[in-house]
């Protein structure tokens, strides 16, 4: 039950973010241009954040600690540390200790036996080199890059579209700001996601932006992609990335995890990985980094029917949900069990609310605090175009609500792009219930023509045939009637003359109907589950010498046992080591403390950590 003090403090803001979406709603459905919608989602996003900020600082002083202490004990007990400390150490980069090393085993350990072998997924361990053109059809290579600015000085480089932002934001809650220029400010939020580099220069021109760190001037905008190249061979003709994420790697063996399931739908496929991201500067510890730890699951179900079997199993578990409707309103979350939440379509199906509810069971499993746990759905201008629902497991920590694991359903876009892109089709059969009788057009290449045109394009051309849809091809006849019909291939295009091409038509009894799956994805980042364990845990003695330690849960923690011989005597050795002999029969970690001091204090050195 929320105090009635605080929620009294926090009611004008929530109404401040309802006048806001409600805005926005009525905007959208007077069809009102991109900008003015635009410029009302920054002031709506301002006042969300604001209530935010304002809901954290009122929140029970339990849920706040003091962050450097904690980084002095994991420093000190070697959970983890910057990576090549002795050399100055490369930000975002992290080497872990034994005791992050089992932490983090444990973790992986309980979320293989969580997902895989209790939900019976089909495993999988792909190479993290991933050739450019995958991610060229997955979108990556396009999309995944950045726009960086860089301190002329001292050559520190920032994302160029958050300081713009970051910067916008601090001079309009400025007073001494003139009115026309926070006017101008909104018109920039409102349109810095469609910036390119010379309009992003013309901002932090004509704004006089500065580096936000040392107050240097800037360089122009320089594009950065956030993957990290490599080149396959001994050439350097073969261009590849370290993979951005797992997903890919399931997704291009689609084909071949069908046929293992007997060519049944619905299955899953799961990875347990490292991904990479070069980030311009990443901060913030194990929540922003440039290698990481990934579990990701692909769920592949028929798209006209996204049922689970063992949804009823789930149905009654009671989440934190923060829909986007509670969003635009400035309501907080509201707790709701995933049973109720399918059936009024908040979620938008059984498959996507029985994976969050099971990523909230393995949450609490292994030591998130259930009260600083949420899941909030994705606003519709923060999904992509593809994706139909979006929640994200956000876990509060010192550094506000964490997004730590991302439950999706991203529809049928990537088998669709790979599809494309190879012409190997990623699709699952689905028997009728009675045999139907369908029409088809299709475009038949004359291949001794083409091939003398084209020679090895030939293939190509075959190729792009293939894919058009019976309506293409119907206006690829129109086009061939009055001459020349321009067929696009993955570069460039060709020119098509009528003796290229016969289109036939016909009619054919089938009994099986072709289906491209749609994919829900739940996909963990356990860095940042990690960090926030150990936040979570972290404990102050309540003694004049306010002494730290962790409470970590049983099940992930790293020394499940501790062995305090009572004195310095070789007699006990041998009962040491038949102990020892007795735990590592059970797989039970454990250390053996023989150091000088009294048993109370090895006692707390080894809870310390």
């Not at 619905?266 to 922003?288: C, K, T």
């Not at 379509?345 to 609490?364: D, I, K, S």
């Not at 129109?478 to 036939?504: A, P, Q, R």
Request: charged share 30%; glycine share 6%; proline share 4%.
């Amino acid at each position: 039950m929320a105090d009635p003090k605080i929620e009294a403090q926090l009611a004008p803001l929530r109404a401040a973010v309802k006048e806001y979406g409600d805005l926005v709603r009525d905007l959208k459905a007077q069809g009102a241009t991109k900008i003015e919608v635009a410029k009302a989602v920054v002031e709506l996003k301002a006042r969300k954040k604001k209530l935010e900020e304002t809901e954290i600082a009122l929140a029970p002083k339990e849920a706040s600690f003091d962050r450097l202490k904690l980084e002095d004990l994991l420093k000190r007990r070697f959970f983890y540390d910057q990576s090549f400390a002795i050399y100055g150490g490369v930000t975002g980069l992290y080497d872990f200790g034994p005791m992050g090393c089992a932490l983090k085993q444990n973790m992986l350990s309980e979320w293989r036996k969580h997902f895989i072998l209790e939900e019976g997924m089909l495993e999988v361990d792909c190479s993290s080199l991933t050739p450019e053109p995958v991610l060229k059809a997955s979108g990556h290579v396009d999309r995944f890059a950045d726009w960086m600015v860089k301190d002329l000085k001292t050559g520190e480089c920032f994302r160029a579209d958050h300081l713009i932002k970051n910067t916008a934001e601090k001079m309009q809650a400025d007073p001494k700001v003139a009115p026309e220029t926070k006017e101008q400010l909104t018109d920039v939020l409102a349109q810095i996601e469609g910036y390119d580099d010379k309009d992003m220069h013309e901002v932090i021109t004509r704004f006089n932006m500065k580096s936000p760190i040392t107050g240097n001037d800037l360089t122009e905008p320089l594009a950065f992609n956030l993957m990290f190249p490599t080149q396959i061979g001994p050439t350097g003709d073969f261009k590849a990335f370290l993979r951005p994420e797992t997903a890919q790697g399931i997704f291009v063996n689609f084909k071949r995890l069908l046929e293992f399931n007997q060519g049944r739908l619905p299955f899953a496929a799961a990875q347990i990985g490292l991904g990479f991201r070069n980030e311009i500067s990443p901060r913030q510890g194990l929540i922003r980094v440039r290698e990481f730890t990934m579990c990701e699951i692909e769920h592949f179900v028929d798209p006209t029917d996204k049922s689970f079997p063992k949804f009823a199993k789930v149905a009654g578990h009671k989440l934190n949900l923060f829909s986007a409707c509670n969003q635009m309103d400035g309501q907080p979350a509201q707790e709701m069990t995933i049973g109720e939440a399918v059936e009024k379509g908040t979620v938008a199906n059984e498959t996507l609310g029985y994976y969050m509810a099971r990523c909230h069971q393995f949450l609490l499993k292994v030591g998130v605090d259930p009260l600083r746990t949420r899941f909030r759905q994705h606003l519709s201008n923060e999904m992509a175009h593809y994706a139909q629902d979006c929640w994200d497991a956000e876990i509060l920590t010192s550094y506000g609500w964490i997004e730590c694991v991302g439950n999706a359903d991203r529809a049928c876009y990537d088998l669709q792009q790979h599809y494309k892109a190879t012409n190997v089709k990623l699709v699952a059969e689905k028997k009728l219930t009675e045999p139907r009788t369908v029409n088809y057009v299709q475009a038949a290449p004359n291949m001794a023509v083409i091939g003398k045109t084209y020679k090895k394009d030939a293939k190509k051309i075959q190729a792009a045939l293939e894919q058009l849809s019976e309506s293409e091809v119907e206006q690829l006849e129109k086009e061939l009637e009055k001459g020349i019909f321009k067929l696009k291939l993955s570069e460039g295009e060709v020119d098509l003359k009528k003796e290229m091409i016969n289109v036939k038509r016909g009619s054919k009894t089938v009994h099986v109907e072709e289906v491209t799956p749609s994919v829900i994805e739940p996909s963990y980042g356990i860095g940042r589950i990690m960090y926030s364990v150990l936040e979570h845990s972290f404990r102050q003695r309540d003694t004049e010498d306010q002494r730290n330690y962790l409470c970590i849960a049983p099940l992930v923690a790293p020394i499940k046992c501790s062995v305090l011989p009572i004195y310095a005597n070789d007699k006990l050795t041998p009962i040491i080591e038949e102990v020892k002999d007795r735990l590592r029969e059970f797989d039970l970690s454990h250390k053996v403390d023989d150091s000088a001091g009294s048993i109370g204090r090895r006692f707390f050195n080894n809870v310390e950590g």
